[in-house]
């Protein structure tokens, strides 16, 4: 049974940072693209960050690129998500997602994903 674990959420003054860890397992980690998306109250669920099954190309949203770095080891089965100059605006409920697809910006492209973890960015 695959599963992805979401941790490191928490509530941040803006400015601040937090770090996002994502556990796989149940599934060949090396296999698969892994994504980083968020969803606000209200909102859609929106990409944040991806990265290919080798680590070698990421891939951001616009609103996060240059304080956002998504990165993966695969001697853990584990995905992160770096979070630097953190604004009241990236407060959301964080998910990763596992997909073999080359779509990384689109959710259909995600066969598995987590439970979410929250992050409270406050002004």
């Known amino acids: 049974q695959v599963q992805l674990v979401e941790s490191g959420g928490g509530l941040v003054q803006a400015g601040g940072s937090l770090r996002l860890s994502c556990a796989a397992s149940?599934?060949?980690?090396?296999?698969?693209?892994m994504a980083w998306f968020r969803q606000a109250p209200g909102k859609e669920r929106e990409f944040v960050a991806g990265?290919?099954?080798?680590?070698?190309?990421?891939n951001y949203a616009d609103s996060v690129k240059g304080r956002f770095t998504i990165s993966r080891d695969s001697g853990r089965n584990t995905v992160y998500l770096q979070m630097n100059s953190l604004k009241p605006e990236d407060t959301a409920v964080y998910y990763c997602?596992?997909?073999?697809?080359?779509?990384?910006?689109?959710?259909?492209?995600?066969?598995?994903w987590g439970q979410g973890t929250q992050v409270t960015v406050s002004s």
């Open positions: 149940g599934l060949t980690f090396s296999n698969y693209n």
């Open positions: 997602a596992a997909g073999l697809g080359l779509l990384m910006k689109t959710r259909s492209n995600y066969s598995y």
């Open positions: 990265i290919t099954r080798t680590g070698i190309t990421s």
